[in-house]
């Protein structure tokens, strides 16, 4: 395949999301301007500029009108997509790390890092239809003392809150009380910090990824362990295929090597994996740094990969990849 | 690609004294108007515009796009609309020079760790593929199989004949062995054809090889076999060299495999070889299948 090369942002990718609809690509970087993509062609569309620090992390409405992205600058900000226009900047005391929203955009999680004091912290903001009646009051607060979380999303019907991060441990909370249901199991879950985790589809089960050069696939409802990948760098980010039996793992190097680089070109690539064999399908090589993102189209006819490098990487499958056979 | 060419501002057709500072913008009535070509049966397109850079002059800027459908994609009335939206933020002043997006130059292939079943390498095949009209059959004495080299530039060309060095021939055992050797005494039997035992035995030392198996990559364009055996030889006996090589150029296409007879010796091949600098590229040197522990 020939993937299409973006080089939008000027810093390291922190994070990909597609549209429900597959047709619009976003990118958040270190660079403080996410950026909103045709996920066809790769053709740039427009930027939305007022962070004034790295953005973590960005989700899209259902209807792809509203954006919500949290940044290292203390805020989160809702966005109209279209036209680039900020609609409202929630504040906090620490940097934004993790923004999902709730099935109906009604809801969204915010978590925040836990900075001078303040312990790492889940919250739950009502979002107005009107962005005239917008508030920053807070449905939920759960304040954690894990270290950072790295990524909290929505469970099924949005009755549950799922968080994973520094701590290795991953828990699922009752987004109505705050209460926390269940954790890992530390034996068999992640030894070092979760730093990614991607939803299936329909919520049924979901993968982490972790620096410990291992991605695990659990169920959602039990968190049972169901599979494990084992990849040989630590993984920065993953990816389930909404299509097929795949998923996709992209990782950073040792920090230990930093100085060994020889920067050949295009080293780092995503690992394509069988979900359920656990074998290794492939790699898709080309990014000149650690891969820090990952996502499918909601299609499951091409995914995209954003490195450490600034460059974003969209690639549509060929059609030989349909028919693999392990 | 754009190709812009520049030309010394026309001196006859606007008197410099009659132009105001600001109007440097308004100046576009000078320029001839953008021409596409469209695409043509290539889907290459050409767009012809001119603008003024910064220095006054008048530049020609030739982009030549190739339009290429991706195959076709269902999209929803929103998604359609979508597609009209106007470009905001920092999009806003896009033009058609804008190198933001581009299609990878490189073909990027799902790279499969172990070809599904199989030997990995077409070339790991023992037949000899179909015969183009007018090749010549090239036959190596040593070691009698192989149809790609002549007895000169026999890889195997150090070694004792490879099933002989790996397996104990039992001399009478296999009843089939003893046919084409009892029957011409005087006959010369190649090795390949001295008995089945013999077949068992280049397999299985085959199939050995294959665990020993190290990729090379980055390799220059005229690395050829002897080079790589001549590279890897030092650290043990090798079996089998191969560099892809494309047909229609002759270049090698920057891979090949290595395979020893000693595992040890791939190892230390991969660790000393490794980030090697060899004809002014920096080798890649692993384990060609997923690392054998």
Not at chain 2, 24 to 47: C, H, M, S
Request: charge should be neutral; glycine fraction near 10%.
């Amino acid at each position: 395949m020939r993937p299409i090369l973006m080089k939008g942002h000027e810093r390291p990718l922190t994070f990909l999301k597609y549209n429900r609809e597959g047709d619009l690509l976003l990118s958040c970087a270190k660079d403080h301007t996410p950026t909103v993509w045709f996920a066809d062609d790769g053709q740039r569309l427009g930027t939305y500029r007022g962070h004034n620090g790295a953005v973590w992390c960005c989700d899209v409405s259902h209807d792809s009108t509203r954006l919500v992205t949290g940044s290292a600058d203390q805020s989160v900000k809702l966005w109209d997509v279209q036209t680039g226009t900020q609609l409202y900047s929630f504040n906090f005391n620490s940097p934004a790390r993790s923004v999902d929203f709730s099935v109906g955009d009604k809801l969204v999680i915010i978590t925040t890092d836990p900075f001078m004091g303040n312990p790492s912290t889940i919250q739950v903001k009502r979002i107005a239809e009107d962005p005239e009646d917008q508030t920053s009051d807070s449905v939920l607060t759960i304040k954690g003392p894990q270290g950072r979380i790295n990524r909290a999303v929505w469970g099924p019907l949005n009755k549950t809150i799922i968080s994973a991060g520094e701590d290795s441990i991953i828990r699922i909370w009752d987004s109505e009380t705050g209460r926390l249901l269940k954790e890992s199991d530390k034996e068999s879950g992640h030894q070092k910090t979760i730093s990614s985790l991607c939803m299936f589809t329909d919520k049924s089960h979901f993968l982490t990824g972790s620096a410990d050069k291992s991605a695990k696939l659990w169920d959602t409802r039990s968190l049972t362990l169901l599979k494990t990948y084992q990849m040989d760098r630590p993984v920065n980010a993953v990816a389930i295929s909404p299509l097929l039996d795949h998923v996709v793992i992209g990782g950073g190097q040792e920090a230990v090597n930093v100085t060994m680089t020889d920067r050949r070109a295009g080293k780092f690539e995503a690992k394509f994996y069988h979900k359920i064999l656990q074998d290794e399908i492939g790699g898709v090589k080309g990014h000149f740094g650690p891969i820090n993102a990952l996502a499918f189209n909601p299609d499951g006819r091409s995914f995209s990969s954003g490195g450490e490098d600034g460059y974003v990487r969209l690639h549509h499958f060929d059609p030989d990849y349909f028919s693999i056979r392990m | 690609m754009a190709a812009v060419e520049s030309a010394r501002p026309q001196a006859a057709k606007l008197r410099w004294g009659e132009l105001e500072e600001d109007d440097a913008g308004d100046l576009d009535f000078l320029l001839p108007p953008r021409v596409v070509e469209g695409p043509d049966e290539n889907g290459i397109k050409k767009t012809t515009e001119y603008r003024f850079d910064e220095d006054g002059n008048k530049v020609k800027v030739t982009t030549t796009t190739r339009v290429r459908k991706l195959g076709k994609a269902r999209v929803s009335k929103k998604a359609k609309e979508r597609r009209n939206w106007a470009k905001f933020g920092d999009a806003v002043h896009e033009d058609v020079g804008s190198r933001l997006t581009m299609v990878s130059t490189e073909e990027i292939l799902l790279e499969r760790p172990r070809a599904p079943g199989t030997k990995e390498e077409p070339s790991v095949s023992e037949g000899l593929g179909p015969i183009q009209p007018g090749a010549v059959l090239m036959v190596c004495r040593t070691c009698g199989k192989k149809g790609d080299h002549w007895t000169s530039k026999c890889p195997y060309k150090d070694l004792a004949q490879p099933p002989e060095t790996f397996v104990e021939r039992p001399s009478t055992a296999d009843a089939a062995s003893a046919a084409p050797g009892g029957a011409g005494r005087s006959a010369y039997v190649p090795p390949s054809m001295r008995g089945g035992g013999e077949r068992t035995g280049t397999e299985m030392s085959r199939r050995r090889n294959d665990e020993n198996s190290v990729r090379v990559t980055n390799l220059s364009e005229d690395t050829r076999e002897p080079d790589l055996l001549e590279l890897f030889r030092t650290f043990g006996p090798v079996s089998r060299v191969y560099v892809a090589i494309d047909q229609k150029t002759g270049m090698s296409r920057g891979f090949g495999f290595v395979n020893f007879v000693h595992r040890e010796d791939a190892e230390r091949a991969i660790n000393k070889l490794n980030g090697y600098g060899y004809d002014n590229l920096i080798l890649r040197v692993e384990w060609a299948t997923p690392r054998p522990n």
